[in-house]
């Protein structure tokens, strides 16, 4: 189980018990999956059983994904067991388990068990993107990541809207397949071979011809549309605003974590010979300085639109890019410390937006629209989440002592220290900028929330049980903020030491 | 010991959280007195090192990143502790008649009082740095929530320049961190910075922190936020929040860059000049009173970043005891304007208040006022005396000619100081009822009507209101007698500090 240069014939004389074995988180939510579609096809129209289902199996899967042997390398790279990747596979895990509570309490929801069931296939193609380090499976992950998301965005059957936003999540997400794969097919072209850690050792042999930065180009585009960067980010504000919320969470949080683990491997391993430099007075050709491009025009773009939002979710939308930005900064600055920074911020980030979203479903569920005035004196209806939500707000401001404020740290220090002489301290100024220009948008939620009076009459109360899961995640989600901004050293220091 | 008063306010913040809603201002109020004494007591404790920045509490906090929870004291810190005390105090009791959202209001309050107790004690960069953010969003809440004019706006201007001006700190505090290797402020004192990196690194580290401290030109969100923050917002504003900037200044970007500050200096000593005599002119031209102090907030700091830029004790330890008497005095100024006055009468226009006779109607609050204007106007005897004489002493050593203006500068301050007190508390009443009638809200028969028997239609100054001013009051008194008994423990502290050796 070692690395395999060279694209000889795979050693297929795999058990396939251990195959099993290795595979078994996938294969866990796979059953699952199955089981809670089996579950909503009996007729039971009770959206708590198929829920239940699905939360026993998710953290049977954490479960056994936490037994995985500590490395393991499966036909050169497909499948991949290390710190780094089963790490993930539990963020993206927990994640999915955040998400289901969401998908639960959702009341327009009409056909729960298919809903969870898009859910967990979604998760399976997180884990396999996550614990891939060769091209090919990598963009099998992503087709079945995209697949499941596109019907989860246009889940809604009554709101046209939610149409709206699986069609154009499907046409913009599939033209960004065909670039990368058209990126991919370049890449292999050139390398003859589609595993990561190969292609960056042929990479650094010889010089790297121009076909192969066209290659590294294409493939930057689709994961550029996956997290939601500027100039790719056009369809985020209709999904964010159109899809149910449940699915709207999931794409903000679990497909960007993957996708940008899955882009720091590619960038940082396979193409690691062509990185060039993003320094401002040393700029050379590579893939770093059109991230650090990327970077900045999703930040100063996004945070500057976001401004003029008067819906929270296009609000969270657009942050979305301008986070999208920030994260970058850590890939163009590079190395263990930088792909930690990035791993930190992604996690943080996708936590606190699955958080705001379950609040953006209260809202929505008791008075109908989630505009900001519908958020208008929430601070008396609903002290908790009101409390909640400013949680999630300053943590995405980046103020202490939340998760936020410390990623931002790490992240923007990362950037700093890297491409020696400062160099990069032209794209923390443009960071650092754009999250003083952020707060102002932050604070308009929370001064809806807080100060403004109640406008809107809440319309119906949601019942008992359904209220006390959406709570009790929020709870969840905003203690895991507050205690990864006090203490981040538990999280900060698993991911610094799982980064090879 | 000391760390306690972070702590023990913090606790008050929750508690008064979980508790109902008539127990708010007693925990608040316990919370805040607690922290006092134990102040008081490291205060007159022999046993405490204060000419250096000693530790007191040492945690490894983020080892990965090289973050520690590190608390230390010197005269410096312990100073601007006592007035963060005595100012918090004082705001709880000025606010004992608020009483909707009073949970929340305490709650936002006893935040900003235990986050900056956090900066004044912080020895590790990180941490001071998130002590100091940890201010911005209370402060908002406050105004935006609880407070009066314009609120609203005030608030988000408010806001948005203290998060601009953690933006630069945030840079400059990555560039130390970076260049110097750790977080520890004693280990970077020592360290020797590059000399391009204490170019650029300083101008954005002292800028940064001197928008908090209200320098000019970045000073405008100080008098509309004070305007628009309710009493206890404004008093926490003057008396501590300014203070932040400055002693942050002094305490990271002076202190880690002396040479970039050799390099500066100057500028920023022409800025502090320029704030000085604009802002004292500006609140001679304004109509609302909280905006006549407001501006004469600014002016008074303007002291404290001309002292700090002197560079040597004099002028430094001044600006430390500037911090301190412009604290009591602020808030002193303001608790008379927001809840003496406003509370009452509705109103700050000083034009209506000629015509209400307001020294009859309150005498107390008549006398308070006249004890800070004094104060603050630097007569002898009261603590903005001492401060202002020792920083114009530092002031004469570095750049003489710089006193001439501000000299100009003083007599602008006694003459607003002078027409606020005059017109709010010492009109006749008649000769301005004819202006006052365009006073929106006041028709000329009720001012008559409120001038004749205004004891009967203002409610008297309440014991609360009076303990409170008592104690700021004899703080200002005390210091301005024996200003000794604070320099004493600033100089020490200050000698140590590397830009002077």
């Given at each position: 189980m070692s690395v395999r240069p060279g694209p000889q014939p795979l050693n297929l004389f795999v058990s396939y018990l251990d195959l099993l074995k290795l595979a078994s988180p996938e294969a866990i939510i796979v059953l699952i999956a199955l089981a809670v579609l089996t579950i909503g096809l009996t007729g039971d129209r009770s959206r708590t059983f198929p829920g239940i289902v699905a939360v026993v199996g998710i953290v049977i899967a954490i479960w056994t994904t936490m037994r995985l042997p500590q490395h393991a390398n499966l036909f050169g790279g497909m499948l991949v067991i290390s710190p780094l990747n089963s790490l993930f596979k539990i963020v993206c895990l927990a994640l999915a388990l955040a998400t289901v509570p969401l998908a639960v309490s959702e009341k327009s929801m009409r056909n729960p068990g298919e809903y969870l069931a898009m859910l967990l296939l979604g998760t399976v193609g997180l884990l396999l993107l996550v614990g891939s380090e060769e091209l090919l499976m990598i963009f099998i992950g992503l087709e079945v990541l995209g697949l499941s998301l596109y019907v989860m965005a246009a889940f809604d059957k009554t709101d046209a809207r939610s149409a709206e936003a699986g069609l154009k999540y499907f046409l913009f997400g599939s033209t960004a397949s065909a670039f990368t794969l058209f990126g991919i097919s370049l890449v292999y072209g050139i390398s003859g071979t589609t595993a990561l850690n190969v292609i960056g050792l042929k990479l650094a042999m010889g010089s790297i011809p121009p076909l192969f930065a066209v290659g590294i180009v294409m493939t930057l585009i689709g994961f550029a549309f996956k997290i939601a960067a500027a100039p790719f980010h056009l369809w985020a504000p209709d999904v964010y605003q159109g899809a149910p919320i449940p699915s709207a969470a999931f794409i903000a949080s679990g497909s960007k974590v993957a996708a940008f683990v899955v882009l720091g491997k590619i960038v940082l391993v396979g193409f690691a010979p062509a990185h060039g430099n993003a320094a401002w007075h040393s700029m050379l050709p590579g893939w770093s300085p059109i991230l650090a491009a990327l970077a900045a025009l999703s930040i100063l773009l996004g945070n500057f639109v976001a401004?003029?939002?008067?819906?929270v979710r296009r609000l969270l939308a657009y942050s979305a890019v301008a986070h999208a930005g920030y994260t970058l900064l850590g890939l163009v600055a590079g190395g263990r410390e930088g792909f930690s920074a990035t791993l930190f911020y992604t996690t943080i980030y996708a936590l606190t937006l699955i958080g705001a979203f379950a609040v953006v479903g209260i809202v929505k569920r008791e008075t109908g629209g989630d505009d900001f005035q519908n958020f208008a004196g929430l601070a008396s209806r609903s002290p908790f989440s009101a409390a909640c939500m400013s949680v999630f707000m300053l943590s995405l401001a980046g103020l202490p002592p939340l998760a936020g404020f410390f990623g931002k740290f790490y992240l923007f220090s990362a950037a700093f220290r890297?491409?020696?002489?400062?160099?990069?301290l032209w794209l923390v100024v443009v960071a650092l900028f754009g999250s003083f220009v952020s707060l102002y948008y932050y604070l308009n939620v929370l001064k809806a929330i807080?100060?403004?009076?109640?406008?809107s009459e809440t319309r119906h109360s949601s019942p008992g049980t359904h209220r006390f899961v959406a709570n009790a995640t929020i709870a969840v989600l905003a203690a895991s903020v507050v205690l990864l901004g006090v203490l981040p050293d538990a999280l900060a220091e698993a991911i610094a030491k799982s980064v090879p | 010991m000391i760390a306690w008063t972070i702590y023990l306010t913090f606790a008050g913040a929750v508690i008064v959280l979980l508790l109902p809603r008539a127990f708010a201002r007693w925990i608040a109020l316990l919370a805040a007195t607690a922290g006092f004494v134990v102040t008081l007591v490291t205060f007159f404790?022999?046993?405490?090192?204060?000419g250096h920045f000693t530790t007191v509490v040492r945690v490894p906090w983020i080892p990965a990143l090289g973050m520690n929870y590190h608390l230390a004291l010197d005269g410096i810190s312990l100073t601007l502790i006592l007035v963060t005390g005595l100012a918090a105090i004082s705001a709880i009791l000025f606010s004992w008649d608020v009483s909707e959202r009073a949970k929340e209001f305490f709650f936002w309050l006893l935040l900003v009082v235990g986050g900056s107790y956090g900066v004044f004690l912080s020895a590790d960069l990180f941490l001071l740095f998130l002590f100091y953010e940890l201010v911005i969003v209370p402060k908002y809440f406050l105004i935006a929530i609880f407070g009066s004019t314009n609120k609203e706006y005030g608030a988000m201007k408010l806001t948005l320049y203290s998060f601009f001006g953690g933006a630069l700190v945030f840079l400059g505090v990555i560039a130390a961190y970076v260049a110097g290797g750790s977080f520890d402020i004693n280990q970077l004192s020592q360290f020797q910075f590059p000399s391009q990196l204490q170019w650029w690194a300083f101008p954005v580290l002292f800028l940064g922190f001197a928008v908090l401290a209200g320098i000019?030109?970045?000073?405008?969100w100080a008098p509309t936020g004070h305007v628009a923050a309710p009493t206890a917002g404004s008093m926490l504003l003057a008396g501590i929040v300014m203070k932040l900037g400055a002693y942050a200044a002094l305490r990271v970007a002076m202190n880690l860059f002396p040479e970039g500050f050799r390099m500066w200096r100057t500028t920023f000593a022409v800025l502090a000049v320029i704030g000085i005599v604009y802002a004292a002119a500006v609140a001679l031209r304004q109509r609302d009173l909280k905006f006549v102090i407001g501006y004469s907030s600014v002016s008074h700091m303007g002291f404290v970043l001309l002292g700090l830029t002197t560079a040597n004790v004099f002028g430094v330890s001044g600006a430390v005891l500037q911090m301190f008497s412009h604290g009591v005095i602020g808030a002193l100024l303001f608790a008379v304007a927001g809840t003496m006055i406003y509370r009452r009468t509705h109103t700050r226009d000083l034009d209506a208040l000629a015509a209400m006779n307001l020294r009859r109607a309150l005498p107390f609050a008549a006398f308070t006022f006249v004890v800070a204007s004094a104060a603050s106007m630097g007569i002898p005897g009261f603590s903005g005396f001492a401060a202002e004489i020792t920083i114009l002493i530092g002031v004469w050593k570095a750049y003489p000619a710089a006193v001439w203006v501000v000299g100009a500068g003083m007599v602008l301050v006694a003459a607003f100081t002078l027409r606020a007190l005059k017109r709010s508390f010492f009109d006749d009443g008649l000769g301005s009822a004819a202006l006052s009638a365009?006073?929106?809200?006041?028709s000329a028969g009720k001012i008559s009507e409120s001038s004749r028997d205004g004891r009967a239609a203002l409610a008297p100054i309440t014991v609360p209101e009076k303990v409170g001013a008592a104690l700021l009051m004899f703080a200002t008194v005390a210091v301005g007698f024996y200003p000794k008994i604070l320099l004493d423990r600033i100089q020490p502290a200050v000698e140590a500090m590397r830009f002077l050796r």
């Open positions: 401004l003029a939002q008067t819906n890297a491409g020696g002489n400062h160099g990069l807080f100060v403004d009076k109640n406008a | 404790r022999p046993d405490v090192d204060l000019w030109p970045l000073h405008t365009a006073a929106p809200g006041l």
